[in-house]
């Protein structure tokens, strides 16, 4: 992780779970976004001088202003109310589970999402890409590749999508390409770790996938005898059947509950015509 470095005399900014104090967190935020104290003044309209109050802790900001600076610094809402917490107010943002009546639009959106994708496979992950739903021809593929019988359910608690594509004794054994797919899986969970900082689930979870055997070597060798694609297709290969896939990754539009804002969908879609015929032989 990049090291914090101290500005205008200021402790540095430790970016653990909840921060020192409001200062620390803004510190961060700012350095993590590439943001002089200049350019966040004039994007937030905030003096530059009261950022340097805030940033030294000799200013405290209210509410408001966390907010602000939040969506200016497109700071998580999950980390938004940790700082909030570090200035000492309440979160500003719920966090509530999926099957609450609440977000019952929600959840019959994703439906809709995951059914229109048939017959090819599709996800819904959170943000450490636990499982949360799939589609018929998802959990068709995930029975097919860890030799589960045909008719026995999905759990929809306990399966990490990232552990479950890495791991040598699951989904990696027939990953082909699987020294070139790490590197962008992993991508997904470090991002997570540099926003939740040294100590937390983030962070624990990438050191576990970084732990796995060839996984730390894989990830540091490039490749450059790739494919000329507009796209890195991973390359499944099991019982005599070869299937070429490449995902997209959207999100939900302006969410303002932490459980939306983390909620990823993940579609697969064939590469090539035999993966479309074999996805379509199944469904």
Do not use: C
Request: zero cysteines; hydrophobic letters at 45%.
């Amino acid at each position: 992780m990049k090291p914090l470095i101290a500005k205008q005399g200021a402790e540095p900014a430790a970016p653990n779970r909840y921060f020192n104090d409001f200062a620390a967190a803004l510190r961060y935020w700012r350095d993590k976004r590439g943001y002089s104290q200049l350019r966040l003044s004039t994007e937030s309209l905030i003096s530059q001088r009261h950022i340097s109050f805030l940033e030294s802790g000799r200013s405290q900001p209210s509410r408001e202003l966390i907010l602000k600076l939040g969506t200016v610094l497109d700071i998580p809402l999950r980390q938004r109310n940790v700082m909030l917490l570090a200035a000492g107010f309440a979160p500003a943002y719920q966090e509530r589970k999926l099957t609450d009546p609440e977000l019952s639009a929600v959840k019959q959106a994703l439906d809709f999402m995951l059914a229109q994708q048939a017959p090819y496979p599709a996800l819904v992950v959170d943000r450490l890409w636990n499982l949360v739903m799939s589609n018929g021809p998802a959990a068709m593929m995930i029975r097919w590749l860890l030799d589960m019988p045909e008719n026995q359910p999905i759990p929809r608690e306990g399966i990490n999508v990232l552990k479950l594509m890495l791991d040598p004794q699951a989904i990696r054994k027939y990953l082909v390409n699987w020294q070139d797919v790490s590197a962008d899986l992993l991508h997904w969970i470090q991002r997570e770790a540099m926003s939740d900082g040294p100590g937390s689930e983030a962070t624990n979870l990438l050191e576990q996938l970084v732990a796995l055997p060839g996984i730390k070597a894989a990830t540091q060798t490039p490749n450059l005898d790739t494919r000329v694609l507009p796209f890195l297709a991973m390359t499944i290969r099991k019982d005599d059947v070869e299937l070429n896939l490449f995902t997209s990754i959207a999100t939900m539009g302006t969410p303002h509950d932490v459980t939306v804002h983390e909620l990823r969908i993940e579609s697969f879609f064939p590469a090539d015509a035999v993966t479309a015929a074999w996805f379509k032989s199944r469904a």
